[in-house]
């Protein structure tokens, strides 16, 4: 049995959800997870606001992320899990970046959502940062937050393995056996390879310099579904990737 925390997204944490692998519970003990918050806020100081009675137009697992964003919290959970893998994907920072707010300090870029929560008018935003603004500026930022929590891990989790997931935006979806761009149905502004490059850098970034284990993403052997539970999305694959990555880690971890 592997102890393993999931840091990123859906494309990780979904491969511990038995909606996705049934019998993930057979290989894998999930002791901690982050979804939605980035590196950049993550390593950066807690927010001092009140977190206590948040409310709005957001379903309660965002109200959650929204708080966890606030007080950066994951790195207590790895002090209190100790795990022996961490499986990192850099969605939320390819996709949405960081937010600086007027005290120098930073959340992660989702105030199209956050602005829906009352809690919001305690802060104050004042610069963005992602691949599509200052994609130079972002990335300087990532680095150095990515390196700080490295540095982390090593003095709260030293024993812990690091695996990159190196998931990718993909375009493709199928829609009753019918093959279509999920990108002209959403008439989306921005450009998919660009990002996907983007993301490509963080993966190679931590994965050259910081000796993490690569999970590959063979893009072209999946597709988007509309029938996937959490709605017709560019990292909302086919049943086959979920499973395929349960399987490449488990010849990882061998």
Request: charged letters at 25%.
């Amino acid at each position: 049995m592997h102890n393993i925390s999931v840091y990123g997204s859906c494309v990780s944490r979904d491969v511990f959800n038995s909606r996705f692998v049934p019998d993930h519970k057979e290989h894998f003990q999930l002791v901690s997870d982050q979804q939605h918050v980035s590196l950049i806020s993550l390593m950066s100081p807690s927010i001092i606001i009140d977190t206590d009675h948040v409310e709005g137009d957001v379903s309660p697992f965002y109200q959650e992320v929204f708080k966890q964003d606030m007080n950066k919290s994951y790195l207590n959970k790895l002090i209190e899990t100790q795990p022996n893998w961490l499986l990192l994907d850099f969605y939320t920072d390819a996709y949405y970046g960081a937010c600086m707010l007027k005290d120098g300090t930073y959340i992660t870029n989702k105030l199209w959502q956050y602005r829906k929560l009352n809690a919001f008018e305690q802060l104050s935003p004042i610069k963005s940062f992602s691949f599509k603004e200052n994609t130079i500026e972002f990335l300087t930022l990532w680095k150095k937050a990515f390196d700080a929590f490295i540095r982390e891990i090593d003095i709260l989790s030293s024993s812990t393995k690091i695996i990159v997931n190196r998931a990718k935006f993909i375009d493709n979806l199928v829609v009753g056996g019918e093959e279509t761009l999920l990108s002209n149905m959403r008439q989306d502004p921005f450009n998919i390879d660009h990002i996907n490059y983007i993301w490509s850098m963080m993966d190679d970034y931590a994965i050259t310099y910081h000796r993490a284990y690569a999970l590959d993403f063979e893009k072209d052997n999946y597709h988007l579904i509309d029938t996937h539970p959490w709605g017709k999305f560019y990292v909302h694959y086919d049943e086959t990737y979920y499973l395929n990555v349960r399987n490449k880690l488990i010849e990882i971890m061998k």
